[in-house]
């Protein structure tokens, strides 16, 4: 059962327009959302997070936006760039718990590309 | 300061053989984890340690050993390989458990068993 799920497997954006990519999750014990990158044959990097407590959080070029009545949550990029161009994964944590010890949830990912 | 590192970075295997992936991180972090990435699952826990000389399960851990007899080296052993073993495998480490501290991935190892 994916309890993180990043549902559009592939996203094509012009260069200077907004990516908007996208997260659903399951499990209501998650209290902690993370966004990495990943370029090929490298691991993952981290991107950019949010508490439960927040519904905005912003980085930049980077904002993630959590609903967590609809248990979503996204990721913009705005303006986006070529270099952007990535396969991008949602992560959860359930962190209050305090029995995660930093075990993360994935989502699939998601591939961007972002056109010149 | 090379930060999470992972060896080796590409294997063929047979069914049946074994082997061990070695991760090393520079940083003294407390934690360390091992992922397996497959097409349209993401990434998956396998098994996670909060210290030296402790390991514990993850989400699928089965056919797969780890140990951590030294805090800077985290181990994952395949002792008899199968096909469904196919995977790309990240390790990474956390210095803590505050969610300001980053969990740090190395590169992968691309691990194919025929």
């Known amino acids: 059962d994916q309890q993180v799920k990043q549902n559009s497997p592939s996203l094509s954006v012009q260069e200077g327009r907004i990516s908007i990519l996208n997260c659903d999750y399951t499990?209501?014990?998650?209290?902690?959302f993370l966004w990495y990158k990943k370029y090929p044959a490298e691991g993952p990097t981290f991107l950019i997070s949010i508490s439960s407590i927040k519904d905005k959080n912003e980085d930049g070029r980077f904002t993630v936006f959590l609903n967590k009545s609809a248990k979503h949550l996204s990721l913009h990029i705005v303006p986006s760039q070529p270099g952007d161009s990535a396969v991008y994964f949602c992560?959860?944590?359930?962190?209050?718990?305090?029995?995660?010890?930093?075990?993360?949830?994935f989502g699939q990912g998601t591939i961007l590309t972002v056109h010149p | 300061n090379a930060g999470v590192t992972q060896t080796p970075k590409f294997r063929v295997l047979k069914t049946g053989q074994s082997m061990t992936l070695l991760c090393a991180q520079d940083?003294?972090?407390?934690?360390m984890y091992w992922y397996r990435q497959d097409p349209g699952m993401g990434l998956r826990l396998i098994h996670y340690?909060?210290?030296?000389?402790?390991?514990a399960k993850g989400e699928v851990p089965d056919g797969y050993n780890v140990s951590r007899l030294k805090k800077q080296n985290f181990l994952l052993g395949l002792e008899s390989a199968a096909p469904s073993q196919t995977s790309v495998y990240f390790c990474a480490s956390r210095e803590g458990l505050a969610v300001s501290y980053e969990q740090y991935f190395g590169p992968g190892t691309r691990l194919t068993v025929t």
């Open positions: 940083m003294n972090h407390e934690y």
């Open positions: 499990n209501s014990m998650f209290d902690y």
């Open positions: 992560a959860a944590d359930d962190f209050a718990g305090g029995t995660s010890y930093g075990k993360l949830t």
């Open positions: 340690s909060v210290g030296e000389g402790t390991t």
